[in-house]
C-alpha cells in the first residue's frame, strides 16, 4: 500500500443507473478469450493489504527517481477514507486538517503551496471553504485532499525528486491521483459498499455508499468503468478561541483605575512590545456544528482503435455542500478601543512571566455570536488522452481536459448581541483550557441588549473559480535498448476569480429591547462534552437565533440597511481578484540504462524550458479614489534535472537525483489590489504582489534501499534543497493614518484613523537552506513461526530543518528574524502494526507530527504563531465473510487529539478544540 447543476440525489441516482447499465447490459463474453490482443491488460488489482504492499514496494524500485506510492487493497477499497489521510502514511508527508479530517498535505517541510497536484495527469486545484482556524476559504495554490472521496481513486503517487518530462510547479513534491479504468481489471466488476459512520461528539449516524462497475466488450478493445461515492457527516468542533494575545497599551489600554500587584499603571498599559505585559485579545470559548454532503463521480470509457493506438476518456465530478453553525461567546471588550478597554479595570491578577494569565475585571463588554454559513464546492474534469505506438521504437501520446473548481458560499452571516459594562468578569488561563466566569446569568435576554452602532449583522456572500486548461503532447524513440530519447510540449492556463460581497455598515441595526431579543434568540446549551474544561464555565448561554432573525428583520433582502456592495465597499474590495496564467513548455529528456564496474544501472537526464505570462487584477487606493488596477508580467526559466539508480546488488539499490526546481507565488498573493478588513474588534489591511518572485531551488538526493523479500523494504534517503527566495508575509501593526490611504474607506465603520491595523503583504524574503532525511522500513514477518508470521510492521522517520531570516520590514538595514521555516514539522513520524490471515485482518497506526510555526512574526507584538505537536492513532479491522463479502470497522482519531494553536514564542493559548472520535462500519460486496 505505501512506499515511501444537478442536485445530489439526482446525481446519485444518475450514477447508480449507469452502474446498472454497466453491469447488465453488455454481453456476458469478455475479454477473457480476447488474450491475444496487444491490450493485455496489466493486473494492477489487489486483494489484500500484503499484497498491496508489495505491488506498491515493487512500483518504488523500478523508479530512476524517489518515488512512493499506495495501492487501492481492492477494487473501489482505498485503505483510507481520506486522500491525505494515506498520503501521511508516505515518509515525508505530513497533513493539517480541518473539520477533523485530513485537508492539505505538507512535503519534507514544504507546504501545500510547493506541491502540485495532478489528477488523471493533469495539474488542478480543488477549492474548499474551512473556519478561520483552519485556515478558512483556499485563494491559494494549495490542494483540498477532502474534497474527494477515497473509494475514487485506486492509486496514489508522490514524486519527491523532479525529471524533464514532468511539469515544473514543485518544490516538495508533484502528487498524481488517479481513478480506475476499465482496461485496469480483467474481466467483469462490480462493487457496492454500505457504511455507517458514527462520531461520538456529534453523536449521530451518518450514511456513506460507494460503488464500481466496469465491462470490456468487442473482444476487449471497448471498456466502460463508472463509480459513485455518496456520504454524509455531520461533525462538532467546540473548544477556546482566543484570537491571539495583545499588550497592555493596545487599543488605548486600560482603565487608568486598574490594579495588578506589583506593577503600576504605566506598566499595565505599557505600549512597547518587548517589555510589556500581555493578556488574551479575545477570550472566548466556541462551538461549530458541521453538516456535509459529498458526492463523487467517475466515468472511464476506452477504446483500442488498432493494436497501435488507445484512446482514454476520463470524467471526474464531486459536489460538497456544507453548512456551519457557529456559536462564540466572547469577551470583546479586552481589544475594543474606545468604550471597550478604556473603560475595563483590572481589579486584580497573577502575572506569569509576561503574562496576565489570570484576572478579575469590571466594565468588561461581552457579546454573544451566532454565524451560519452555506457552502458548496463543484469538480469537474474531463481528459482526453491518446497514445499511439508508430513502429517499434518510436510511440507518442497526446493529453487534453479541463478541470474547474467553483466555491461558494452564498450564505454567510453573523448576527450578535452585546453587553456593555459586565462587572466581576474573571479568566485563568493557569490550565491549558481556560476558566471563565461571567458572574451573571448567560441564558436571559434581560442580560444581553442589540444596540445600533455597536452590535453587528455581517453577511458576506463570497465565491472563488479554479480552473486549468492543459494540452501537451510528447513523443518517444528508442535508439537502441540502452537508450530513449523523450520529448514534448505542454501548455496551461489556469484562471483564478474571486469577489464578494460585505454590507456598508455592519453595525447599523435596530436597537432591541429584552422582549424584542427573546423574540429572536434561543439558549445554546450543551456546550463541552469531552471538552474537560475548568468546572464553573458555561455550558449554555443566550445566543441568536438567525433564522428567526433574518425572517423578522428580513436580512436577506438587498435593501435598505441590509443591502450589498461590492467594490464600492473598503472590506468587500479586496476579495475581488482576476488573476490568469499561461504556461507553455517544452522538454527534452535521455532515459538511459549501461552497465558500469559491474553494476547495472538505469537513470533519466534532461531539461524542461517554461515561459509563463501573468495577468493579475485587483482594487486599490489611486490617490484619494479607489480603481481597478492590472499587473503583468513574463517570465522564463530552463530547468535541468538529473537521475540515476544503480543496483548495488540482487536487492539493494542507490539513487542519485540532482535538479532545480520552481514554486509560483500563491494566487491570491499576486493581486495590486489591496484589502481594508474591519470586523469588530479585528483591524487589518492585506495588500498583494503582482511582482513577487517564484522560488526557485537547487536539489540534491540521495537514496540506499534495501528489498530483502518482494514484500519487505529498508530505505534511507537524504534530500538537500538550497532556495533561493521564500515568500514571506509580512505583518507589521501600523496606524490607519500612516498607510496612505484615504480616511473615506473608514466611513461607515467604527473604525477611526488613529486605530492600529495589523497590514500584511507578500514579500520575497532571503531564502536559505532546507535539509533532511527519511528513514523507511516495512517488513512482513513471515520469518517468525506459527501466529507470529501472519504481523506486518510499516515505520518511517523523517527529520527536516530549515532556518530562514525573515523580515520585519521592507525598509535595507531592518533587522531580520532567524525562524523555522513556516509549516515545517522538524520531526515527523508513522508507524502501523498489521495482522491479516485468508479471512481476517487488522492494523492500527499512529502518526506524529511536532509542532510548526505559521506565522513569523505574529501580530500584535507576539513573536512567533503556531500549531503545537499533535499524534493521532487509528484503526481498521476487516473479516470476509465469504469470498465476496467483507464487513469491515475503522476508527479515526481514538484518542480525540485535540487542534492546538498558539501565539508567541512562550506558547500562549490561541486555539484548543476537538471534534471526537469517528467510527465506521462497512460491509461491501463484489459481484
Given at each position: 500500500m505505501i512506499t515511501s447543476g444537478k442536485t445530489a440525489r439526482q446525481s446519485l441516482t444518475y450514477g447508480a443507473s449507469m452502474l446498472a447499465l454497466l453491469a447488465l447490459g453488455a454481453p456476458h463474453a469478455m475479454a477473457q478469450d480476447a488474450a491475444s490482443a496487444n491490450d493485455e491488460p496489466?493486473?494492477?488489482?489487489?486483494?489484500?493489504?500484503?499484497?498491496?504492499?508489495?505491488?506498491?514496494?515493487?512500483?518504488?524500485?523500478?523508479?530512476?527517481?524517489?518515488?512512493?506510492?499506495?495501492?487501492?487493497?481492492?477494487?473501489?477499497?482505498?485503505?483510507?477514507l481520506n486522500l491525505a489521510e494515506s498520503l501521511q502514511r508516505i515518509p515525508g508527508v505530513t497533513i493539517t486538517r480541518a473539520n477533523g479530517e485530513g485537508r492539505q498535505i505538507s512535503v519534507r517541510g514544504l507546504g501545500s503551496e510547493y506541491t502540485r497536484v495532478r489528477v488523471n495527469g493533469m495539474e488542478a486545484i480543488a477549492t474548499t471553504g474551512g473556519t478561520v482556524n483552519s485556515g478558512g476559504t483556499n485563494r491559494t495554490r494549495g490542494f483540498d485532499f477532502n474534497m474527494f472521496a477515497s473509494e475514487l481513486f485506486n492509486s496514489l503517487s508522490v514524486r519527491k525528486t523532479a525529471s524533464a518530462e514532468v511539469e515544473e510547479g514543485s518544490l516538495g513534491a508533484t502528487v498524481d491521483l488517479q481513478t480506475a479504468r476499465p482496461f485496469d481489471y480483467k474481466g467483469d466488476q462490480l462493487v457496492m459498499s454500505a457504511q455507517a459512520s458514527y462520531n461520538d461528539l456529534a453523536r449521530e449516524t451518518t450514511p456513506r455508499f460507494t460503488a464500481m462497475a466496469s465491462r470490456r466488450w468487442a473482444d476487449g478493445r471497448l471498456g466502460a468503468l463508472v463509480s459513485v461515492a455518496y456520504e454524509k457527516r455531520h461533525i462538532l468542533e467546540e473548544g477556546a478561541n482566543i484570537t491571539r494575545w495583545t499588550y497592555g497599551g493596545a487599543n488605548s489600554g486600560f482603565n487608568t483605575a486598574s490594579t495588578l500587584s506589583g506593577y503600576t499603571i504605566a506598566q499595565i498599559n505599557d505600549t512597547n512590545t518587548a517589555t510589556a505585559l500581555y493578556h488574551p485579545r479575545i477570550p472566548s470559548y466556541v462551538s461549530y456544528d458541521i453538516n456535509s454532503e459529498r458526492?463523487?463521480?467517475?466515468?472511464?470509457?476506452?477504446?483500442?482503435?488498432?493494436?497501435?493506438?488507445?484512446?482514454?476518456?476520463?470524467?471526474?465530478?464531486?459536489?460538497?455542500?456544507?453548512?456551519?453553525?457557529?456559536?462564540?461567546?466572547?469577551?470583546?471588550?479586552?481589544?475594543?478601543?474606545?468604550?471597550?478597554?478604556?473603560?475595563?479595570?483590572?481589579?486584580?491578577?497573577?502575572?506569569?512571566?509576561?503574562?496576565?494569565?489570570?484576572?478579575?475585571?469590571?466594565?468588561?463588554?461581552?457579546?454573544?455570536?451566532?454565524?451560519?454559513?452555506?457552502?458548496?464546492?463543484?469538480?469537474?474534469?474531463?481528459?482526453?488522452?491518446?497514445?499511439?505506438?508508430?513502429?517499434?521504437?518510436?510511440?507518442?501520446?497526446?493529453?487534453?481536459?479541463?478541470?474547474?473548481?467553483?466555491?461558494?458560499?452564498?450564505?454567510?452571516?453573523?448576527?450578535?448581541?452585546?453587553?456593555?459594562?459586565?462587572?466581576?468578569?474573571?479568566?485563568?488561563?493557569?490550565?491549558?483550557?481556560?476558566?471563565?466566569?461571567?458572574?451573571?446569568?448567560?441564558?436571559?435576554?434581560?442580560?444581553?441588549?442589540?444596540?445600533?452602532?455597536?452590535?453587528?449583522?455581517?453577511?458576506?456572500?463570497?465565491?472563488?473559480?479554479?480552473?486549468?486548461?492543459?494540452?501537451?503532447?510528447?513523443?518517444?524513440?528508442?535508439?537502441?535498448?540502452?537508450?530513449?530519447?523523450?520529448?514534448?510540449?505542454?501548455?496551461?492556463?489556469?484562471?483564478?476569480?474571486?469577489?464578494?460581497?460585505?454590507?456598508?455598515?455592519?453595525?447599523?441595526?435596530?436597537?432591541?429591547?429584552?422582549?424584542?431579543?427573546?423574540?429572536?434568540?434561543?439558549?445554546?446549551?450543551?456546550?463541552?462534552?469531552?471538552?474537560?474544561?475548568?468546572?464553573?464555565?458555561?455550558?449554555?448561554?443566550?445566543?441568536?437565533?438567525?433564522?428567526?432573525?433574518?425572517?423578522?428583520?428580513?436580512?436577506?433582502?438587498?435593501?435598505?440597511?441590509?443591502?450589498?456592495?461590492?467594490i464600492n465597499n473598503s472590506s468587500a474590495r479586496g476579495q475581488w481578484i482576476t488573476v490568469d496564467e499561461a504556461d507553455s513548455g517544452a522538454y527534452l529528456q535521455a532515459d538511459y540504462k549501461f552497465t558500469a564496474f559491474g553494476l547495472n544501472w538505469r537513470g533519466d537526464a534532461g531539461l524542461r524550458y517554461f515561459k509563463t505570462k501573468q495577468r493579475s487584477s485587483g482594487y486599490a487606493a489611486v490617490g484619494s479614489t479607489i480603481k481597478l488596477v492590472e499587473a503583468e508580467r513574463t517570465y522564463d526559466m530552463t530547468l535541468p534535472s538529473f537521475n540515476i539508480a544503480a543496483?548495488?546488488?540482487?536487492?539493494?539499490?542507490?539513487?542519485?537525483?540532482?535538479?532545480?526546481?520552481?514554486?509560483?507565488?500563491?494566487?491570491?498573493?499576486?493581486?495590486?489590489?489591496?484589502?481594508?478588513?474591519?470586523?469588530?474588534?479585528?483591524?487589518?489591511?492585506?495588500?498583494?504582489?503582482?511582482?513577487?518572485?517564484?522560488?526557485?531551488?537547487?536539489?540534491?538526493?540521495?537514496?540506499?534501499?534495501?528489498?530483502?523479500?518482494?514484500?519487505?523494504?529498508?530505505?534511507?534517503?537524504?534530500?538537500?534543497?538550497?532556495?533561493?527566495?521564500?515568500?514571506?508575509?509580512?505583518?507589521?501593526?501600523?496606524?490607519?493614518?500612516?498607510?496612505?490611504?484615504?480616511?473615506?474607506?473608514?466611513?461607515?465603520?467604527?473604525?477611526?484613523?488613529?486605530?492600529?491595523?495589523?497590514?500584511?503583504?507578500?514579500?520575497?524574503?532571503?531564502?536559505?537552506?532546507?535539509?533532511?532525511?527519511?528513514?523507511?522500513?516495512?517488513?512482513?514477518?513471515?520469518?517468525?513461526?506459527?501466529f507470529w508470521s501472519n504481523f506486518g510492521v510499516l515505520a518511517n522517520y523523517t527529520y527536516?530543518?530549515?532556518?530562514?531570516?525573515?523580515?520585519?520590514?521592507?525598509?535595507?538595514?531592518?533587522?531580520?528574524?532567524?525562524?523555522?521555516?513556516?509549516?515545517?514539522?522538524?520531526?515527523?513520524?508513522?508507524?502501523?502494526?498489521?495482522?491479516?490471515?485468508?479471512?481476517?485482518?487488522?492494523?492500527?497506526?499512529?502518526?506524529?507530527?511536532?509542532?510548526?510555526?505559521?506565522?513569523?512574526?505574529?501580530?500584535?507584538?507576539?513573536?512567533?504563531?503556531?500549531?503545537?505537536?499533535?499524534?493521532?492513532?487509528?484503526?481498521?479491522?476487516?473479516?470476509?465473510?465469504?469470498?465476496?463479502?467483507?464487513?469491515?470497522?475503522?476508527?479515526?482519531?481514538?484518542?480525540?487529539?485535540?487542534?492546538?494553536?498558539y501565539v508567541d514564542a512562550t506558547n500562549r493559548l490561541n486555539v484548543r478544540s476537538h471534534t471526537g472520535r469517528q467510527f465506521f462500519l462497512s460491509a461491501r460486496y463484489s459481484f
Open positions: 496489466v493486473e494492477v488489482v489487489v486483494t489484500g493489504f500484503r499484497s498491496s504492499l508489495q505491488s506498491a514496494i515493487r512500483a518504488k524500485r523500478m523508479e530512476t527517481g524517489v518515488v512512493d506510492a499506495i495501492k487501492a487493497e481492492d477494487i473501489a477499497d482505498f485503505p483510507d458526492l463523487g463521480l467517475t466515468g472511464a470509457f476506452q477504446m483500442r482503435l488498432s493494436e497501435a493506438t488507445l484512446f482514454t476518456l476520463d470524467v471526474l465530478y464531486s459536489d460538497v455542500k456544507t453548512t456551519r453553525g457557529e456559536h462564540q461567546l466572547q469577551a470583546i471588550g479586552f481589544s475594543r478601543a474606545g468604550t471597550g478597554k478604556p473603560q475595563t479595570i483590572i481589579r486584580s491578577g497573577t502575572v506569569e512571566g509576561k503574562n496576565i494569565v489570570q484576572g478579575v475585571f469590571d466594565n468588561v463588554d461581552l457579546r454573544t455570536q451566532t454565524a451560519w454559513d452555506e457552502m458548496e464546492t463543484e469538480f469537474s474534469q474531463v481528459t482526453l488522452t491518446l497514445t499511439h505506438t508508430f513502429s517499434e521504437k518510436l510511440r507518442g501520446g497526446l493529453i487534453a481536459g479541463r478541470s474547474t473548481s467553483d466555491f461558494s458560499n452564498p450564505v454567510s452571516t453573523i448576527i450578535t448581541f452585546d453587553r456593555a459594562n459586565s462587572q466581576g468578569y474573571s479568566y485563568d488561563f493557569r490550565s491549558r483550557l481556560p476558566a471563565i466566569s461571567l458572574n451573571f446569568d448567560a441564558t436571559s435576554p434581560a442580560s444581553w441588549s442589540m444596540i445600533d452602532g455597536t452590535s453587528e449583522v455581517r453577511i458576506r456572500p463570497n465565491f472563488v473559480t479554479n480552473a486549468f486548461t492543459t494540452a501537451k503532447g510528447y513523443l518517444e524513440y528508442d535508439v537502441n535498448e540502452n537508450l530513449t530519447l523523450k520529448g514534448g510540449l505542454d501548455y496551461r492556463k489556469f484562471e483564478f476569480d474571486s469577489r464578494g460581497y460585505y454590507r456598508t455598515t455592519e453595525t447599523k441595526v435596530d436597537t432591541l429591547s429584552a422582549a424584542d431579543l427573546a423574540a429572536v434568540s434561543t439558549v445554546y446549551s450543551g456546550f463541552g462534552r469531552n471538552l474537560d474544561q475548568p468546572s464553573g464555565n458555561a455550558t449554555a448561554w443566550l445566543a441568536p437565533d438567525l433564522n428567526a432573525f433574518a425572517a423578522k428583520y428580513n436580512i436577506y433582502c438587498n435593501c435598505g440597511i441590509y443591502a450589498l456592495t461590492d543496483d548495488l546488488t540482487d536487492d539493494v539499490v542507490f539513487r542519485v537525483s540532482a535538479a532545480q526546481t520552481i514554486a509560483r507565488p500563491s494566487i491570491s498573493s499576486l493581486t495590486p489590489g489591496g484589502d481594508v478588513g474591519i470586523q469588530g474588534a479585528n483591524r487589518s489591511y492585506s495588500r498583494g504582489n503582482p511582482d513577487i518572485n517564484p522560488t526557485k531551488s537547487k536539489n540534491l538526493d540521495l537514496s540506499l534501499e534495501w528489498y530483502p523479500a518482494p514484500n519487505s523494504l529498508y530505505a534511507f534517503g537524504f534530500f538537500y534543497k538550497k532556495i533561493d527566495t521564500f515568500v514571506q508575509t509580512l505583518r507589521q501593526d501600523i496606524p490607519f493614518n500612516q498607510l496612505g490611504l484615504p480616511n473615506s474607506l473608514l466611513d461607515g465603520t467604527t473604525a477611526t484613523t488613529s486605530d492600529i491595523f495589523a497590514v500584511s503583504q507578500p514579500v520575497n524574503s532571503p531564502g536559505g537552506d532546507l535539509k533532511g532525511f527519511e528513514v523507511n522500513m516495512q517488513q512482513q514477518l513471515t520469518f517468525l513461526p506459527g527536516v530543518d530549515s532556518t530562514i531570516n525573515y523580515l520585519t520590514s521592507t525598509t535595507p538595514g531592518a533587522p531580520t528574524i532567524p525562524e523555522t521555516l513556516v509549516g515545517l514539522s522538524k520531526n515527523a513520524a508513522n508507524f502501523t502494526l498489521y495482522y491479516e490471515v485468508e479471512k481476517f485482518s487488522i492494523r492500527g497506526s499512529v502518526a506524529y507530527r511536532e509542532g510548526y510555526l505559521t506565522a513569523v512574526p505574529s501580530n500584535d507584538g507576539n513573536t512567533v504563531a503556531g500549531t503545537n505537536e499533535t499524534t493521532n492513532f487509528d484503526m481498521q479491522a476487516s473479516y470476509n465473510l465469504t469470498p465476496k463479502l467483507k464487513l469491515s470497522l475503522e476508527g479515526i482519531n481514538l484518542t480525540d487529539e485535540f487542534n492546538d494553536q
